[in-house]
Each structure stands twice: as structure tokens, then as C-alpha cells.
């Protein structure tokens, strides 16, 4: 193991509910090996001795830290062809401001990172990373893999070729940009060059999704708003559920646990299973025969977890804070909801109820409040009323459960 007294890592994904716990283990044995830059060189194999797992564990995180965005790795061809350790860099910064990418250089080495190569520069034979404006890797010589989709950028000459007009992509990059949020008097010229590095379908869905993406932000109370250049270069449009364009929206991105947020979850389980059920596992067949579970239960268990896959998303992203696309349709009914503590007696009524009738209830740490549609203060009966209270929501939006299940029917 390395005598290093620290590991550097964000402290972001320590709260991130998309990682599993070995994962962070992992990450923080590359964190205690990284150069200034972030960077460092380690064989799976050799982690895998220093946690005491199996490679294929390691090999597993690193994936999973991969995708979620905070490790970046480059593979080394050995001259052998045997297998080679990769370089690896924590990325310890999600979101970067212009003001910091104006001071680090002009455009030219921006765009172009392979103009200076520092001290600690990996060998020639690893492929280049790209160039993403704010995080750039040490500069790496070499040509990107053409199959890596990520790393693919569009000359001015390859789009004049395909038809394009710079002229009109370069206005409509200006245009959403003039207004960013947070950033007026800040330089735009390195965020207008990763707008111009886009396709077509991405600056499209990056200009379709801006307004929702802002409302997300909202929704999530994020305490500013992130740098255009990070939103065009990690995409954050893609965190935004498609939505149809029209002059009036008709969803709106609520917050969890909310009005809004707790009729849509609610009108969703009301409309019935949707998601398939999976057959029986030979475990689970194996122990209900011994009599340790019973058929119905596993059947409602696996019903619980699949039947509604909207809903138990909605709760997944809940617990990371994040709110979800709603119907403004369901405003209105929204309106009669009332707070009832997670500790309250109402509470467990309504866990009741969620299991009487097989429904997915919530899971983990809740907020001290959440919204429910109201049952009354006069009641003998809290479960009855509880009853009452959804009975009556269902007919509030009836109208709008039988559009739901017409488009359903239409789209089968």
C-alpha cells in the first residue's frame, strides 16, 4: 500500500446513490496515488490485492465510477500486446466556471492540449483524451480512437462539407448564451467553441431542454447555475427527461415529496401495474416449496418492485434530491394536498394503505414533511380516512387516468 497520509476525492459522490460501497473503496485507493494533475497509473490486479477482492470487482467499480463521471481512464498498449496498467484520473470537479477556463489560456490551448506536454506526461503510447474545456488530462500525444463517439469534434471544414451554415450555428450559440444565468460580463468565446464542437441533434436537444433543465435546477434548490462550456461539454441537457415542445408546457419539473410531485406518483399507482413481472427465480421456487416464502407474497414483493417503474424512479431519484418531469394537469387536484409528518400516526396510515393495496411505498431517510392529499381533522377512523382521501382524489382526476389509459391503449 502507498505511506500517502491523504486521499484526494470529491466530496460530491460520497452521497451518490447510483455507487455501491466497494466502489467508494476503490476510489479512494486511486486518489491516495494521484499526481497533481489527478493522475495515476495502477494495475487491477495490484488494487484488487490491496483491497482483497477480485479483479473483477475492481474492474466492476471502476466501471460504475466511469459512468457516473468521476473517473476518467486511458488504456496503455504494451509493445508485447500483453496487458498494460491504465492511467487513471480522478475528476475532482464537476463544474467549472468560465472566469477559471478564461485563465486557463487563450482558445488555441484550450482546444488543442497537446501544445505543452508537463513533466508528469504519460507515455506516447496511451490515447489522447479529449479535450473537455476546464478538466483537460495532462497533454498525452497520440490519435483519440475513432470509435470512441465521445471523443468526436466537427472542424468547420467537416461541417461546411455536411451542408452546414457556421454562421447560423455560431447566432444560435450566441443566443443561448447571451442569457445564461449568473454569467453576465463573463467570457463566452470557450463555451461558444464547445457549442460549435456539437452535432446537430445535440445542440438541438441542448437548445429544446435549456428552459426545463433551468426549472430542474430550480426544483433541486441548486445554489447556482452551472457554466455554459460544462452544460455543452458533459451534456447536462441529457439529465432532462424528453418532452414534447409546445406553446404552453404541460409538464413542469417538480420537486419531490411536493404537491405536484406526490399527485403525479399517486395518480401513476392509481392507473395500475404497467412494468412486467418476472418469472420465479429457482431460489425463490425452491423456498417456497421448503415453505420458507409463500407464492403470494413473492408475487406481491416482485409486483411492488416492478409493476410501477415510473414510481420506484421517482423514488430513487427522490432520495438524491432530485425532482421529476409532472403533468400540469394534475395542478389543480395538487392543490388540496396537505403536510403530514414522517413520524405521525397519518404516515403509517398511509404505509397502511400503500401495502393493503400492494403499492411501492417510500424508502430510506424521508423528509420531516410530506404532501398527501388531505384526509380531515374530524375522523374516528384514520385508515378509513385515508381511504377516503384517495378514493376522492381518484375522482378529482378520473378524466384525466382515462386519457392516460386511451394514450396507453393508442400506444400498444
Known amino acids: 500500500m502507498s505511506n500517502a497520509r491523504f486521499s484526494i476525492i470529491p466530496a460530491w459522490i460520497v452521497t451518490d446513490s447510483r455507487l455501491k460501497g466497494g466502489d467508494l473503496r476503490v476510489l479512494c485507493l486511486l486518489g491516495s496515488f494521484t499526481n497533481k494533475e489527478g493522475w495515476c497509473r ?46 487513471y484520473r480522478v475528476i475532482l470537479d464537476r463544474r467549472v466556471s468560465d472566469a477559471m477556463l478564461a485563465a486557463f489560456g487563450d482558445e488555441n490551448e484550450e482546444f488543442h492540449p497537446n501544445s505543452a506536454v508537463s513533466d508528469e506526461t504519460p507515455p506516447a503510447t496511451i490515447v489522447a483524451p479529449p479535450a473537455i474545456p476546464g478538466v483537460a488530462p495532462p497533454a498525452i500525444p497520440g490519435v483519440a480512437p475513432i470509435n470512441d463517439t465521445s471523443l468526436t469534434t466537427f472542424s ?31 467570457p463566452k468565446k470557450p463555451a461558444l467553441g464547445c457549442w460549435m464542437r456539437l452535432s446537430v441533434e445535440d445542440r438541438q436537444m441542448a437548445t429544446d431542454r435549456f428552459p426545463a433543465w433551468l426549472a430542474m435546477l430550480k426544483a433541486q434548490k441548486k445554489s447556482h447555475v452551472p457554466a455554459p462550456s460544462t452544460y455543452f461539454a458533459e451534456r447536462l441537457w441529457q439529465d432532462v427527461p424528453a418532452m414534447h ?71 430513487e431519484r427522490a432520495r438524491s434530491a432530485q425532482g421529476w418531469l409532472c403533468p400540469l394537469a394534475l395542478e389543480e387536484a395538487a392543490q388540496g394536498f396537505h403536510q403530514i409528518h414522517r413520524d405521525s400516526p397519518q404516515m403509517s396510515a398511509w404505509r397502511a394503505e400503500h401495502e393493503r393495496r400492494g403499492w411501492p411505498f417510500f424508502d430510506g431517510r424521508l423528509p420531516d414533511w410530506i404532501y398527501f392529499p ?27 387516468l382515462k386519457e392516460r389509459s386511451k394514450g396507453d391503449d393508442d400506444a400498444a
Open 245 to 315: 415542445q409546445a406553446t404552453k408546457p404541460k409538464n413542469v419539473m417538480a420537486g419531490p415529496y411536493g404537491k405536484l410531485w406526490q399527485a403525479t406518483r399517486l395518480s401513476d399507482l392509481l392507473a395500475g401495474a404497467t412494468g412486467p413481472i418476472s418469472a420465479l427465480t429457482a431460489t425463490e421456487r425452491m423456498m417456497i416449496a421448503d415453505g420458507k416464502l409463500s407464492m403470494e407474497g413473492v408475487i406481491a414483493e416482485k409486483r411492488r418492485k416492478m409493476g410501477w417503474p415510473t414510481v420506484n424512479t421517482m423514488h
Open 42 to 87: 495502477r494495475s487491477q490486479v495490484k488494487m484488487a490485492e490491496e483491497l482483497g477482492c477480485g479483479r473483477s470487482t475492481v474492474q466492476a467499480s471502476l466501471n460504475r465510477l466511469y459512468q457516473v463521471g468521476v473517473v476518467e481512464k486511458r488504456e496503455v498498449d504494451s509493445v508485447d500486446g500483453r496487458d498494460s496498467a491504465h492511467y
Open 156 to 186: 468547420n471544414e467537416e461541417r461546411e462539407h455536411a451542408g452546414e451554415d457556421l454562421k447560423k450555428i455560431e447566432a444560435a450559440g450566441w443566443k443561448l448564451l447571451k442569457d445564461w444565468p449568473g454569467f453576465d460580463g463573463m
Open 374 to 400: 388531505a384526509t380531515g381533522e374530524d375522523h374516528d377512523d384514520i385508515h378509513a380516512a385515508v381511504r377516503a382521501a384517495l378514493d376522492a382524489f381518484a375522482e378529482q382526476i378520473s378524466d384525466f
